[in-house]
C-alpha cells in the first residue's frame, strides 16, 4: 500500500475515533467520554486521583473539567467545560488553545488609543492598531502582530505633541454603563449622556478648545465585571480625567479606588447613602440624590400625622441598611419611635409576621421591586393592609409593579391590588416640575422629547434608567461646565488640562473646587451638591389611589417646605393611628364592699370606744383593778386603731394625688393615705399585741417558777414594769417605721395588667392598672416586719399555752388574754401571705385584709371586755373603792357580828358531823372487837402449843392494829373547839392552835365547809 494512501487511512482514523466515542455514548445516558486537552496543556480532573483518572472513561453529567497550560501559555477560549445530560461538553463549539502571550505594554500608547485584534489578552496571533489623539503624531509603526515567540513583531510607537496642530484637544471621560443586569440604567442614561456631550462640544463659550470623548463600557451592575472594567479604562490609553460609574455597588468600588488615580468620580446613578461618607471617597460625587433623602420627607409626613411611632422592614442589602440608619437617626432628633425594626434576606414571610404580632401600623418598607411584591403578598395573608395601616415605600417602582406577575409568589392580581392600595411614596424629583430653561438651553419637556428621539420611539416603561435619564444628562453638564471654570485657574499656575495625568493632584483639585460649588439650573431641577458630594433635590409624594398614583405634594428640604395639594384619601375616616389606641382603665374597690367593711369597722371602734369607757369608769373596783385596766385601755386604743386603718385601705384613685399614670414604674412620691395605713396598722398592732403579750408574759414569768424567789415576787408586781414592756415593742415598731420611710418611703405604683379588647369593631385596647402602696425594697421590708410579728405571734401562742393553768388574782384575766391571741395569731399568720398573693386583685385583697382586722378586733375585745362586764352586771360590784371606805367606818361592827355569827353555824354544823363521825367510829370499834374475839376461839388450841415463838399476848392486853385510832383522828373535846383554816383566818374568834386540817373531815363532807 502507497503511503500516501496509509497517512489518509491513519488520518480517517484518529479522527473517527473520538466522533465515534462520542456517537457511542451518546447512546448510552449518564454520562460523557473523556475528551483530549490542548496542545502545550492539560485537564484538571477534580475529585479524582491519577488512578481514577487512567481507569474512567466517562464522567457522570454536571461534572466539570478545567484546562491548564504549560509555562507562560494562558488559556484561550473556554475554560472550563461541563459535561451536560445529552452526553457532551459545553461550549464544544469554541475551541480552548494554550498560547503564548506577549508583552502587555504594546497595549497602551499615550495620547494616543490602541486596538486590539481579536479582543482579548494579547495572544499569539494578536494584531494591535495604533492612533493618536487630535494634536499629536503617530512615531513609528501603526500596527504590531503577536508572533508564536510570544514577541511583537515591532517596535513600540509614540505619539508626539504636534507643534502645528490647531483644532481642538479632546478629554476623555471614561464611563460605566450598566446596560443589563439587576438595573439596566445604561439603556437610557447612554443615549442622554451622548446627548449632552453633542450639545457641549457644540457649545462655543464652554470649553472652546477642548471637545469631551466618552469610552464607557457595560458593567451589568457587577462589582466583579466593574473591576476588570476600571483596571481596562485606568491601564488603557488615553488618560481619562473623569470616572463616570453607574449603579450603587459599583460607584462604591470604582470611588473607593479613583482616589489612588487622582480622579474625580461622578455618578449618575448611585443613591447608596455609604457612598456619602468624605473620609472613605474623598473624590466622589453623584448628581441622583442619597437614598437617605427620603428621610427627611417621611419625617416631615409622620409630624403632619401626628404618628410617633413608627415600624420598618427592609431587605438586607448595603443601601436599604445605611438608609434605615439615617432614617433612626432623623426620627429619634424628631422625637419619632421606630418601635419594630424587621429585616430579610429573600423570604419575608417571618419579618411581616412579625410586624403583624407586635401591632406595627405606620411602616417604612425598603427592598427592590422584585422583593416589594412578595413582602405585599404575606401583607394580603396576614391582613396588615385597609384603614388601620399606612405604608411607605420608594416612589422608583414601576407604576404597575404591583400588577405584574410574578411566579415566586402565590397570590393574584386582585389580591396584590386590595393589598397595595392606599400606600405613600416618596420619590426623588428627577425631571424638573417647572418650564424653565437651564444651563443646556432646554426645557425638561424639550429633553424629553430629543431623548425618546435618540431612543428611537423604545417604550420608556421598557428602557432601564428612562427615568434616571435626566440625571445622566446634567451630570456631563456639571462636568462640562466645572472643567470650563478650571481653564482660568490652572493657566495662572501654568497647567493646562491636557496635561492631566494620574499623578498630578493640582489640576484634580482645582477639578474638585469647581465641582463642589456647581450651582445650575438643569433638565432634573437645580443642581447643587452638599458637603458630601449628594445632589440635593426636591421629594414628591405621591399615594396609590383606586390602582393608580396620584401627587399629593412636594418637599423641598433645602427649605424645609411641603407644598400640599389636600387630595389624600384613607379607607378610614383619615390617617390612622400610629399604634392601637390604648384606654387605661384603674381597677377601683368596689364601693359597696368598701361601705360595708366601713360600717363593720365603724361598729368596732364604737365598741371599742365603750368598753374604753367602761374600763376608765370602772378602774377603781377590785376586780377591774386585778385585770391591769391600763394594759386594757391600750389594747382597747391599739384595736380602734387598727380599725382605723380599714377605711385607708379602702381609699383609692383620686385619693392617691396623681391618676396619670403611664407604666409600672410611674410612682408619685410621699402619698398620705400609704402613710396612715402603715402607720394605724403598725401601731394599732403594737398597742393592742403588745399589751396582751405583756400580760401573757409577766404572768409566765413569775408564776412558772418555784424558788422562793420567784414566790415573793408573785406578791410584789410591780406595774411600771408592764408598761415598761408595752413600751419598748411599740418603739421598736415606731423606731422600723422610721427608718423604712426615710431610707425607702412608700410610693404610689402602677401594676399593668395584659390588655383587653372592648365589643365592636374598635382600635382600641382597654389597659387595666391597679396602684399600690409600694416601696423599691418592699419585699425586704416585709419580710423583716412579718419576721419580727411572726416570732412575736409564736412566743405568744407558746406563753398562753404555758400558763392556761395558772390562776393569779393580780392579773385575773390571763386566761381571755390567751385566748385573744390564739385568735389573733392564727388570723394574722393566715392574712399576711393570703394578701400578698391576692395584691392584684384589689376586692379580694381589701376584703381578706380588712375582715381578718375586723375579725380580730372583735373577738379581741369581747374576749377581754365582756366577761368583765357581765360580772360587774350581775354581781352588782359597781361601787368604786372610795365609795367602799366611805361605808366602812358606818358598818364596821354590823359586818364583825354578822361574820361571827355565821362562823358559829358554820362551827355548830361541824360539831355535829364531827359527833356523827365519831359515833359511827365507835360502832366500827365494837364490831372489831367481837370479829376478833370469835376469831381467837376458832383457833385449835393444838396450834399454840406447837408455836416456838414469842407468845403472843390476848387480845384484852394489846389492841390490834385495826382498832387503832385512824390517822388524823382527835378527841371530841379538841374537835369542838376546831375549825378549818379558811375561818380561822377571817375571825379572831378561836385561837389559832385550835385549828383542824383539812384532811382531819371525811371527804364526803367536805363540800359542807363551803357550801
Same mark, same amino acid.
Given at each position: 500500500?502507497?503511503?500516501?494512501?496509509?497517512?489518509?487511512?491513519?488520518?480517517?482514523?484518529?479522527?473517527?475515533?473520538?466522533?465515534?466515542?462520542?456517537?457511542?455514548?451518546?447512546?448510552?445516558?449518564?454520562?460523557?467520554?473523556?475528551?483530549?486537552?490542548?496542545?502545550?496543556?492539560?485537564?484538571?480532573?477534580?475529585?479524582?486521583?491519577?488512578?481514577?483518572?487512567?481507569?474512567?472513561?466517562?464522567?457522570?453529567?454536571?461534572?466539570?473539567?478545567?484546562? $491548564?497550560?504549560?509555562?507562560?501559555?494562558?488559556?484561550?477560549?473556554?475554560?472550563?467545560?461541563?459535561?451536560?445530560?445529552?452526553?457532551?461538553?459545553?461550549?464544544? @463549539?469554541?475551541?480552548?488553545?494554550?498560547?503564548?502571550?506577549?508583552?502587555?505594554?504594546?497595549?497602551?500608547?499615550?495620547?494616543?488609543?490602541?486596538?486590539?485584534?481579536?479582543?482579548?489578552?494579547?495572544?499569539?496571533?494578536?494584531?494591535?492598531?495604533?492612533?493618536?489623539?487630535?494634536?499629536?503624531?503617530?512615531?513609528?509603526? /501603526?500596527?504590531?502582530?503577536?508572533?508564536?515567540?510570544?514577541?511583537?513583531?515591532?517596535?513600540?510607537?509614540?505619539?508626539?505633541?504636534?507643534?502645528?496642530?490647531?483644532?481642538?484637544?479632546?478629554?476623555?471621560?471614561?464611563?460605566?454603563?450598566?446596560?443589563?443586569?439587576?438595573?439596566?440604567?445604561?439603556?437610557?442614561?447612554?443615549?442622554?449622556?451622548?446627548?449632552?456631550?453633542?450639545?457641549?462640544?457644540?457649545?462655543?463659550?464652554?470649553?472652546?478648545?477642548?471637545?469631551?470623548?466618552?469610552?464607557?463600557?457595560?458593567?451589568?451592575?457587577?462589582?466583579?465585571?466593574?473591576?476588570?472594567?476600571?483596571?481596562?479604562?485606568?491601564?488603557?490609553?488615553?488618560?481619562? $480625567?473623569?470616572?463616570?460609574?453607574?449603579?450603587?455597588?459599583?460607584?462604591?468600588?470604582?470611588?473607593?479606588?479613583?482616589?489612588?488615580?487622582?480622579?474625580?468620580?461622578?455618578?449618575?446613578?448611585?443613591?447608596?447613602?455609604?457612598?456619602?461618607?468624605?473620609?472613605?471617597?474623598?473624590?466622589?460625587?453623584?448628581?441622583?440624590?442619597?437614598?437617605?433623602?427620603?428621610?427627611?420627607?417621611?419625617?416631615?409626613?409622620?409630624?403632619?400625622?401626628?404618628?410617633?411611632?413608627?415600624?420598618?422592614?427592609?431587605?438586607?442589602?448595603?443601601?436599604?441598611?445605611?438608609?434605615?440608619? %439615617?432614617?433612626?437617626?432623623?426620627?429619634? #432628633?424628631?422625637?419619632?419611635?421606630?418601635?419594630?425594626?424587621?429585616?430579610?434576606?429573600?423570604?419575608?414571610?417571618?419579618?411581616?409576621?412579625?410586624?403583624?404580632?407586635?401591632?406595627?401600623?405606620?411602616?417604612?418598607?425598603?427592598?427592590?421591586?422584585?422583593?416589594?411584591?412578595?413582602?405585599?403578598?404575606?401583607?394580603?395573608?396576614?391582613?396588615?393592609?385597609?384603614?388601620?395601616?399606612?405604608?411607605?415605600?420608594?416612589?422608583?417602582?414601576?407604576?404597575?409593579?404591583?400588577?405584574?406577575?410574578?411566579?415566586?409568589?402565590?397570590?393574584?392580581?386582585?389580591?396584590?391590588?386590595?393589598?397595595?392600595?392606599?400606600?405613600?411614596?416618596?420619590?426623588?424629583?428627577?425631571?424638573?416640575?417647572?418650564?424653565?430653561?437651564?444651563?443646556?438651553?432646554?426645557?425638561?419637556?424639550?429633553?424629553?422629547?430629543?431623548?425618546?428621539?435618540?431612543?428611537?420611539?423604545?417604550?420608556?416603561?421598557?428602557?432601564?434608567?428612562?427615568?434616571?435619564?435626566?440625571?445622566?444628562?446634567?451630570?456631563?453638564?456639571?462636568?462640562?461646565?466645572?472643567? /470650563?471654570?478650571?481653564?482660568?485657574?490652572?493657566?495662572?499656575?501654568?497647567?493646562?488640562?491636557?496635561?492631566?495625568?494620574?499623578?498630578?493632584?493640582?489640576?484634580?483639585?482645582?477639578?474638585?473646587?469647581?465641582?463642589?460649588?456647581?450651582?445650575?439650573?438643569?433638565?432634573?431641577?437645580?443642581?447643587?451638591?452638599?458637603?458630601?458630594?449628594?445632589?440635593?433635590?426636591?421629594?414628591?409624594?405621591?399615594?396609590?389611589?383606586?390602582?393608580?398614583?396620584?401627587?399629593?405634594?412636594?418637599?423641598?428640604?433645602?427649605?424645609?417646605?411641603?407644598?400640599?395639594?389636600?387630595?389624600?384619601?384613607?379607607?378610614?375616616?383619615?390617617?390612622?393611628? %400610629?399604634?392601637?389606641?390604648?384606654?387605661?382603665?384603674?381597677?377601683?374597690?368596689?364601693?359597696?364592699?368598701?361601705?360595708?367593711?366601713?360600717?363593720?369597722?365603724?361598729?368596732?371602734?364604737?365598741?371599742?370606744?365603750?368598753?374604753?369607757?367602761?374600763?376608765?369608769?370602772?378602774?377603781?373596783?377590785?376586780?377591774?383593778?386585778?385585770?391591769?385596766?391600763?394594759?386594757?385601755?391600750?389594747?382597747?386604743?391599739?384595736?380602734?386603731?387598727?380599725?382605723?386603718?380599714?377605711?385607708?385601705?379602702?381609699?383609692?384613685?383620686?385619693?392617691?394625688?396623681?391618676?396619670?399614670?403611664?407604666?409600672?414604674?410611674?410612682?408619685?412620691?410621699?402619698?398620705?393615705?400609704?402613710?396612715?395605713?402603715?402607720?394605724?396598722?403598725?401601731?394599732?398592732? @403594737?398597742?393592742?399585741?403588745?399589751?396582751?403579750?405583756?400580760?401573757?408574759?409577766?404572768?409566765?414569768?413569775?408564776?412558772?417558777?418555784?424558788?422562793?424567789?420567784?414566790?415573793?415576787?408573785?406578791?410584789?408586781?410591780?406595774?411600771?414594769?408592764?408598761?415598761?414592756?408595752?413600751?419598748?415593742?411599740?418603739?421598736?415598731?415606731?423606731?422600723?417605721?422610721?427608718?423604712?420611710?426615710?431610707?425607702?418611703?412608700?410610693?404610689?405604683?402602677?401594676?399593668?395588667?395584659?390588655?383587653?379588647?372592648?365589643?365592636?369593631?374598635?382600635?382600641?385596647?382597654?389597659?387595666?392598672?391597679?396602684?399600690?402602696?409600694?416601696?423599691?425594697?418592699?419585699?425586704?421590708?416585709?419580710?423583716?416586719?412579718?419576721?419580727?410579728?411572726?416570732?412575736?405571734?409564736?412566743?405568744?401562742?407558746?406563753?398562753?399555752?404555758?400558763?392556761?393553768?395558772?390562776?393569779?388574782?393580780?392579773?385575773?384575766?390571763?386566761?381571755?388574754?390567751?385566748?385573744?391571741?390564739?385568735?389573733?395569731?392564727?388570723?394574722?399568720?393566715?392574712?399576711?401571705?393570703?394578701?400578698? $398573693?391576692?395584691?392584684?386583685?384589689?376586692?379580694?385583697?381589701?376584703?381578706?385584709?380588712?375582715?381578718?382586722?375586723?375579725?380580730?378586733?372583735?373577738?379581741?375585745?369581747?374576749?377581754?371586755?365582756?366577761?368583765?362586764?357581765?360580772?360587774?352586771?350581775?354581781?352588782?360590784?359597781?361601787?368604786?373603792?372610795?365609795?367602799?371606805?366611805?361605808?366602812?367606818?358606818?358598818?364596821?361592827?354590823?359586818?364583825?357580828?354578822?361574820?361571827?355569827?355565821?362562823?358559829?353555824?358554820?362551827?355548830?354544823?361541824?360539831?355535829?358531823?364531827?359527833?356523827?363521825?365519831? #359515833?359511827?367510829?365507835?360502832?366500827?370499834?365494837?364490831?372489831?372487837?367481837?370479829?376478833?374475839?370469835?376469831?381467837?376461839?376458832?383457833?385449835?388450841?393444838?396450834?399454840?402449843?406447837?408455836?416456838?415463838?414469842?407468845?403472843?399476848?390476848?387480845?384484852?392486853?394489846?389492841?390490834?392494829?385495826?382498832?387503832?385510832?385512824?390517822?388524823?383522828?382527835?378527841?371530841?373535846?379538841?374537835?369542838?373547839?376546831?375549825?378549818?383554816?379558811?375561818?380561822?383566818?377571817?375571825?379572831?374568834?378561836?385561837?389559832?392552835?385550835?385549828?383542824?386540817?383539812?384532811?382531819?373531815?371525811?371527804?364526803?363532807?367536805?363540800?359542807?365547809?363551803?357550801?
Amino acid at each position: 500500500m502507497p503511503c500516501p494512501v496509509m497517512a489518509w487511512l491513519l488520518f480517517i482514523f484518529f479522527c473517527c475515533v473520538p466522533t465515534l466515542s462520542v456517537a457511542i455514548h451518546n447512546s448510552t445516558a449518564g454520562g460523557c467520554a473523556i475528551i483530549r486537552p490542548p496542545r502545550d496543556g492539560g485537564i484538571r480532573y477534580r475529585g479524582l486521583t491519577q488512578e481514577q483518572i487512567r481507569s474512567v472513561q466517562i464522567l457522570p453529567v454536571d461534572y466539570e473539567i478545567e484546562y $491548564i497550560c504549560r509555562g507562560s501559555r494562558i488559556i484561550v477560549g473556554p475554560k472550563v467545560r461541563k459535561c451536560l445530560p445529552d452526553g457532551t461538553w459545553t461550549d464544544m @463549539s469554541q475551541h480552548s488553545r494554550c498560547l503564548l502571550l506577549c508583552p502587555r505594554a504594546w497595549t497602551s500608547l499615550e495620547n494616543g488609543r490602541v486596538l486590539l485584534q481579536p479582543p482579548g489578552p494579547p495572544v499569539e496571533s494578536t494584531t494591535l492598531r495604533y492612533s493618536c489623539h487630535a494634536g499629536f503624531k503617530l512615531e513609528g509603526r /501603526n500596527s504590531s502582530y503577536c508572533t508564536k515567540l510570544g514577541k511583537w513583531d515591532s517596535p513600540k510607537p509614540a505619539c508626539l505633541f504636534d507643534r502645528n496642530y490647531t483644532g481642538k484637544k479632546k478629554l476623555y471621560i471614561g464611563a460605566l454603563f450598566p446596560m443589563s443586569g439587576g438595573w439596566p440604567g445604561g439603556q437610557a442614561c447612554l443615549p442622554s449622556a451622548q446627548m449632552a456631550l453633542d450639545l457641549v462640544n457644540n457649545r462655543s463659550d464652554i470649553l472652546p478648545d477642548y471637545e469631551l470623548e466618552l469610552i464607557y463600557y457595560d458593567s451589568m451592575c457587577d462589582p466583579g465585571e466593574a473591576t476588570k472594567l476600571l483596571y481596562d479604562l485606568l491601564y488603557t490609553e488615553p488618560i481619562k $480625567i473623569v470616572l463616570m460609574p453607574g449603579c450603587s455597588s459599583v460607584s462604591t468600588l470604582v470611588a473607593e479606588a479613583a482616589r489612588m488615580w487622582n480622579l474625580i468620580v461622578l455618578s449618575y446613578g448611585s443613591s447608596s447613602p455609604a457612598l456619602s461618607n468624605r473620609q472613605r471617597f474623598p473624590t466622589f460625587f453623584r448628581t441622583h440624590p442619597s437614598a437617605t433623602l427620603h428621610n427627611p420627607t417621611r419625617v416631615k409626613l409622620f409630624q403632619k400625622w401626628n404618628w410617633n411611632k413608627i415600624a420598618t422592614i427592609q431587605q438586607t442589602t448595603e443601601v436599604f441598611t445605611s438608609t434605615l440608619d %439615617d432614617l433612626e437617626q432623623r426620627v429619634k #432628633e424628631a422625637g419619632i419611635e421606630i418601635s419594630v425594626r424587621q429585616s430579610f434576606l429573600t423570604d419575608p414571610a417571618v419579618a411581616v409576621k412579625n410586624l403583624k404580632r407586635q401591632d406595627a401600623r405606620i411602616i417604612v418598607g425598603l427592598f427592590y421591586e422584585t422583593e416589594a411584591r412578595k413582602v405585599f403578598c404575606e401583607v394580603f395573608k396576614e391582613k396588615l393592609y385597609g384603614k388601620k395601616y399606612v405604608w411607605f415605600l420608594i416612589g422608583w417602582y414601576a407604576d404597575n409593579w404591583f400588577k405584574i406577575k410574578d411566579p415566586a409568589i402565590n397570590c393574584t392580581v386582585e389580591n396584590m391590588t386590595e393589598a397595595v392600595e392606599g400606600h405613600i411614596t416618596t420619590e426623588i424629583v428627577m425631571l424638573n416640575p417647572e418650564t424653565v430653561r437651564g444651563a443646556s438651553n432646554l426645557t425638561s419637556q424639550e429633553f424629553l422629547g430629543a431623548l425618546m428621539n435618540r431612543l428611537g420611539g423604545k417604550n420608556p416603561e421598557e428602557t432601564g434608567g428612562f427615568q434616571e435619564a435626566p440625571l445622566a444628562y446634567d451630570a456631563v453638564w456639571a462636568l462640562a461646565l466645572a472643567l /470650563n471654570k478650571t481653564v482660568e485657574p490652572l493657566k495662572t499656575k501654568g497647567r493646562r488640562l491636557e496635561d492631566f495625568n494620574y499623578n498630578n493632584h493640582d489640576i484634580t483639585a482645582e477639578i474638585y473646587r469647581a465641582l463642589n460649588t456647581s450651582s445650575f439650573e438643569g433638565v432634573s431641577g437645580h443642581v447643587v451638591f452638599d458637603a458630601q458630594g449628594s445632589r440635593m433635590a426636591w421629594t414628591l409624594i405621591e399615594q396609590l389611589q383606586g390602582g393608580s398614583y396620584k401627587k399629593i405634594g412636594y418637599y423641598d428640604m433645602t427649605k424645609g417646605n411641603l407644598s400640599w395639594y389636600g387630595n389624600d384619601k384613607w379607607i378610614g375616616s383619615g390617617p390612622p393611628a %400610629d399604634q392601637t389606641v390604648v384606654i387605661r382603665e384603674f381597677r377601683f374597690l368596689s364601693q359597696n364592699l368598701f361601705i360595708s367593711v366601713s360600717v363593720f369597722a365603724s361598729l368596732g371602734i364604737l365598741l371599742g370606744i365603750v368598753c374604753l369607757t367602761f374600763n376608765i369608769y370602772n378602774s377603781n373596783v377590785r376586780y377591774i383593778q386585778n385585770s391591769q385596766p391600763y394594759l386594757n385601755n391600750m389594747t382597747a386604743v391599739g384595736c380602734m386603731l387598727a380599725l382605723a386603718a380599714v377605711f385607708p385601705l379602702g381609699i383609692d384613685g383620686p385619693h392617691h394625688g396623681n391618676d396619670d399614670g403611664d407604666d409600672a414604674n410611674r410612682s408619685s412620691p410621699v402619698p398620705v393615705v400609704c402613710q396612715f395605713r402603715l402607720w394605724l396598722l403598725g401601731l394599732g398592732f @403594737s398597742l393592742a399585741y403588745g399589751s396582751m403579750f405583756t400580760k401573757i408574759w409577766w404572768v409566765h414569768t413569775l408564776f412558772t417558777k418555784k424558788d422562793e424567789k420567784k414566790e415573793k415576787k408573785k406578791q410584789h408586781l410591780e406595774p411600771w414594769k408592764l408598761y415598761a414592756t408595752v413600751g419598748v415593742l411599740l418603739a421598736i415598731d415606731v423606731l422600723s417605721l422610721m427608718i423604712w420611710q426615710i431610707v425607702d418611703p412608700l410610693l404610689i405604683t402602677i401594676e399593668n395588667f395584659t390588655t383587653e379588647a372592648p365589643k365592636g369593631d374598635l382600635d382600641v385596647l382597654i389597659q387595666p392598672q391597679l396602684k399600690h402602696c409600694s416601696s423599691k425594697k418592699m419585699n425586704t421590708w416585709l419580710g423583716v416586719v412579718y419576721g419580727y410579728k411572726g416570732l412575736l405571734l409564736l412566743l405568744g401562742i407558746f406563753l398562753a399555752y404555758e400558763t392556761k393553768s395558772i390562776s393569779t388574782e393580780k392579773i385575773n384575766d390571763h386566761r381571755a388574754v390567751g385566748m385573744a391571741i390564739y385568735n389573733v395569731a392564727v388570723l394574722c399568720m393566715i392574712t399576711a401571705p393570703v394578701t400578698m $398573693i391576692l395584691s392584684s386583685q384589689q376586692n379580694a385583697s381589701f376584703a381578706f385584709a380588712s375582715l381578718a382586722i375586723i375579725f380580730s378586733v372583735y373577738i379581741t375585745l369581747v374576749v377581754l371586755f365582756v366577761p368583765k362586764i357581765r360580772r360587774l352586771i350581775t354581781r352588782g360590784e359597781w361601787q368604786s373603792e372610795q365609795q367602799d371606805t366611805l361605808k366602812t367606818a358606818s358598818s364596821t361592827n354590823n359586818n364583825d357580828e354578822e361574820k361571827s355569827r355565821q362562823l358559829e353555824r358554820e362551827n355548830r354544823e361541824l360539831q355535829k358531823i364531827i359527833q356523827q363521825k365519831e #359515833e359511827r367510829v365507835s360502832e366500827l370499834r365494837s364490831q372489831l372487837a367481837e370479829r376478833q374475839a370469835l376469831r381467837s376461839r376458832r383457833r385449835p388450841s393444838g396450834q399454840t402449843q406447837n408455836h416456838t415463838g414469842p407468845q403472843q399476848p390476848p387480845p384484852s392486853q394489846a389492841e390490834p392494829k385495826q382498832l387503832s385510832q385512824p390517822p388524823g383522828y382527835s378527841p371530841a373535846d379538841k374537835l369542838s373547839s376546831s375549825i378549818p383554816p379558811s375561818f380561822s383566818n377571817s375571825s379572831n374568834l378561836y385561837q389559832p392552835d385550835s385549828k383542824l386540817s383539812r384532811n382531819h373531815c371525811h371527804n364526803s363532807r367536805l363540800p359542807l365547809l363551803y357550801k
